[in-house]
């Protein structure tokens, strides 16, 4: 799935890093770095909400899209309390994926050339 | 005898007259014992066939198996020549009768229910065996088909070539018996199965539904790369490549989660428990990540291969695996942990599963593998009933023990392929 959003990302020329778990692009993580995150919520190490969790802890304004495969609405929900910017499941319609990406792009820095972060 | 010793001649005659006398109060009683015994058996002259053989030896055979083959008129002669001179009540019985003499003819009828084994009574016979057994099938005389036991007991010089002995066991009830509780073991295993699908549906589904995420991302973007003007056609083969890769991947675990559903007859086939192991994992991969438990695997590189059922198999060790996920998870344990591991020993291998849970309760050890015993808010005591009596039906055993660290740790072994 993150070499399908990295193949995706670059067909619509966003420049993109891509991180197999939460723990790498935590320690890649500087404020401004990224404009946007893509996540996943089930990642092998800690989870996508407590990324979201601990983003939140380091004054991060990042906005951060989920992505998951669970239909459990408990997760929705605690994804949205913890501030996600959008929330999709898995599988999701590229289009609406690139305008929640373009759009928090948009908010983040709207004069700027965009930089995202893709998990998992 | 004592042809030339007249006086002794006449003491050994009054001698042997009484001894005959005697014998043959002894025949007639032991003729009795054997016509009331509860086996079926037949006395043979088999002194046909041996003339036969004694020439064959005398010639020098010594592969009498190929020279059978080659010669199949001869067990043909054989099965007319050889002659049943006594038979018992259980054998008129077995054979449908009615009388005795119906079954004191040549040794044909006791073949026609398996034709070929006269061949390997005869192979016996001449290589100077005492006994030879083997499963067969009879043939009665009103046309059924029984499955017995056929057990020949051969004369050997200087016995009288003339008695050889047949006995027949009718194990037709035991083995309809046996295949019956086969199938009862095989309907719970299934049910038990289609119950554990259930449980580890979400699992199930998150693991489909990668590979299809991954094709409907792949999908669109290589459908934008062929938008562009500047198509780029290495981009667009690579995507479709791993579309094709992902639906493969898909399709596999999908055929995975109907073996478990479907109804199968067991089957044994030679397997490597490696990739049982990795097949059980998928079912409950979500699971474990989703409640933060780590899991270590610890299996050799190379291992021998057992024989055995792999749905069955897969069902162990995803039962096992649903035990410590839910023990883990119940007791909330701070340390989360599970280890699977596999040992080669010289005949056994030896799976053994391993949590970080609150452990066995002494008390509850006893009765741990018997049906409908739980110690889970939610269980149904089959599991561990059902991981037993597959693991015996393997030819192996199932132990549980609590880990020196703590938790418990279930532990079972699978006999190595043709060892």
Redesign the interface.
């Known amino acids: ?1 993150r ?3 990295s ?2 990302f ?3 020329s966003l420049s993109y890093r891509a991180f197999d778990r939460a723990e790498a692009f935590l320690a890649a993580f500087a404020p401004g770095r990224f404009d946007c995150l893509v996540t996943d919520l ?1 990642l ?1 190490g800690i ?1 996508g909400l407590e990324l979201q969790q601990r983003l939140k802890a380091l004054g991060a304004t990042i906005p951060v899209i989920v ?1 998951t ?4 609405p408990n997760h929705h929900i605690r994804a949205m309390q913890e501030g996600a910017f959008a929330y999709l499941t ?6 609406v994926l690139i305008n929640h990406v373009t759009a928090a792009l948009d908010q983040a820095k709207p004069a700027h050339k965009p930089d995202d972060g893709a998990g998992s | 005898m004592a042809e030339n010793s007249p006086s002794l001649d006449y003491r050994a005659g009054v001698a042997s007259g009484g001894e005959a006398g005697n014998r043959a109060a002894g025949d007639e009683k032991y003729r009795k014992l054997i016509f009331f015994m509860p086996t079926a058996l037949w006395q043979v002259d088999s002194r046909a066939a041996g003339e036969v053989f004694g020439r064959l030896k005398a010639d020098g055979l010594t592969d009498i198996a190929t020279y059978l083959d080659q010669h199949p008129e001869l067990v043909e002669i054989a099965k007319d020549t050889v002659l049943v001179t006594e038979v018992n009540r259980e054998a008129v019985a077995l054979f449908h009768g009615p009388t005795p003499a119906d079954l004191i003819r040549p040794v044909r009828y006791l073949f026609a229910g398996t034709p070929d084994m006269a061949k390997r009574v005869m192979v016996a016979h001449f290589e100077g065996w005492r006994n030879y057994t083997e499963e067969a099938k009879i043939l009665t005389f009103d046309g059924q088909l029984r499955d017995v036991i056929f057990s020949v007991t051969y004369p050997t010089p200087p016995e009288q070539q003339d008695t050889t002995f047949i006995t027949i066991t009718d194990i037709t009830e035991r083995l309809r018996t046996e295949a019956q509780l086969r199938q009862l073991q095989a309907d719970f295993a299934h049910a038990a199965r289609i119950s554990t699908l259930g449980e580890v549906a979400t699992s199930i589904a998150h693991e489909v539904k990668q590979p299809l995420a991954a094709i409907v991302t792949n999908g669109e973007t290589a459908l934008h790369w062929l938008d562009r003007h500047d198509v780029n056609v290495a981009k667009v083969r690579q995507l479709t490549t791993r579309i094709v890769a992902s639906a493969y991947h898909a399709s596999d675990i999908i055929q995975r989660i109907r073996l478990m559903a479907v109804r199968a007859e067991p089957e044994r086939v030679v397997l490597d428990l490696k990739s049982v192991t990795a097949e059980a994992l998928a079912f409950v991969r979500h699971d474990i990540e989703s409640k933060h438990i780590t899991l270590s695997i610890d299996i050799p590189q190379t291992l021998p291969e057992i024989a055995g059922d792999r749905v069955q198999l897969q069902q162990v060790i995803v039962n096992l695996l649903l035990n410590s996920i839910q023990a883990i998870n119940q007791a909330e344990s701070p340390e989360r942990h599970i280890r699977i591991g596999i040992e080669a020993g010289p005949s056994m291998l030896a799976v053994s599963i391993r949590d970080s849970g609150p452990g066995i309760a002494p008390d509850d050890f006893e009765r741990l593998f018997e049906s409908f015993f739980s110690t889970k808010k939610s269980g149904m005591g089959i599991g561990l009933t059902i991981c037993r009596s597959i693991v015996t039906a393997h030819g192996g055993t199932i132990t549980a023990a609590n880990g020196p660290a703590g938790g418990a740790q279930f532990r079972f072994t699978l006999p190595i392929a043709g060892r």
């Not at chain 1, 495969?69 to 459990?72: A, E, H, I, K, N």
């Not at chain 1, 898995?90 to 289009?95: E, I, Q, T």
């Open positions: 799935m070499e399908a959003l193949e995706l670059e067909v619509f089930h092998p989870s992505i495969s669970s239909l459990d898995k599988p999701f319609n590229d289009k």
